[in-house]
């Protein structure tokens, strides 16, 4: 792996130019004694789409919660919009870093689809006309709008991980982060759900963090690949240095 872009762990370190996340060596353990990460180190850039890969376990959901402060390095550093983040600074993570769970109904929760959509706007500060036109635009470019009105408990699992997205996306976000968005979804919304992600991209200059197990999907839309082991990127590059690598590729789990 290619590592010259880490620096030396330091309290002064201050990311490079246009790099909107950098994690420097970061671990995480959990209070049962089982390790999330261990001396990762992972960055988001403006404008782009970074697929991370990897086998159940290896971290990937792990890594998700780091980038908006669900969850806090043990060790390490984790800056975010310039920022290094700790229990003081990760309250306003949400606000330029959306996540959205491989599990809908773990995010979806309010009496209709507007209701939720709007959650976010109005904790954002915005009045109840603001937040419902942040809502239906989001709802609009998700292609959303007609389900504004339906519980979301009735929604497919398709529809759920639109309307997911959708409140992530009307609070517009710098980086929206995917946990597993295709999996168990049929082929039709799979297929929504890679446009919306590679149009969050190049219509909306958000950047998104795919984690997945799809390597086809990453290989399709993904401007890098990170190859996740056992809480470690032990590999990452573009799509056609990282597919190729017949050894790589061969690592046992």
């Not at 470019?141 to 519980?151: D, F, R, S, W, Y």
């Not at 039709?188 to 197990?213: N, R, Y």
């Not at 990170?226 to 046992?252: D, H, Q």
């Amino acid at each position: 792996m290619d590592r010259k872009y880490i620096d030396s762990v330091s309290d002064h370190y201050r990311p490079r130019p246009h790099e909107l996340i950098h994690i420097d060596c970061a671990s995480h353990t959990y209070p049962d004694g089982s390790i999330g990460i261990h001396d990762l180190c992972f960055r988001v850039h403006e404008n782009e789409i970074i697929a991370v890969c990897g086998a159940n376990g290896s971290g990937k959901s792990t890594l998700l919660e780091h980038l908006n402060g669900l969850l806090l390095p043990s060790k390490g550093n984790i800056n975010v919009m310039g920022q290094r983040i700790d229990s003081r600074t990760k309250k306003d993570l949400w606000k330029n870093v959306g996540i959205v769970f491989q599990r809908s109904d773990d995010q979806l929760f309010a009496p209709t689809v507007l209701d939720d959509v709007m959650f976010g706007p109005l904790n954002l500060g915005m009045n109840r006309g603001e937040a419902w036109d942040a809502a239906m635009k989001a709802l609009r470019v998700l292609g959303a709008e007609e389900l504004i009105n339906k519980i979301p408990n009735y929604l497919s699992g398709g529809q759920k991980r639109l309307v997911s997205i959708a409140g992530i996306l009307a609070m517009k976000p710098k980086i929206i982060a995917l946990d597993e968005p295709t999996s168990d979804l049929d082929p039709k919304h799979a297929e929504i759900i890679e446009k919306v992600i590679c149009e969050l991209k190049e219509k909306h200059g958000i950047s998104v963090v795919l984690a997945t197990h799809d390597l086809d999907l990453a290989a399709r839309i993904a401007d890098r690949i990170c190859i996740v082991k056992k809480g470690s990127v032990i590999a990452e590059g573009r799509p056609s240095e990282i597919f190729y690598n017949t050894k790589l590729l061969e690592m046992p789990d």
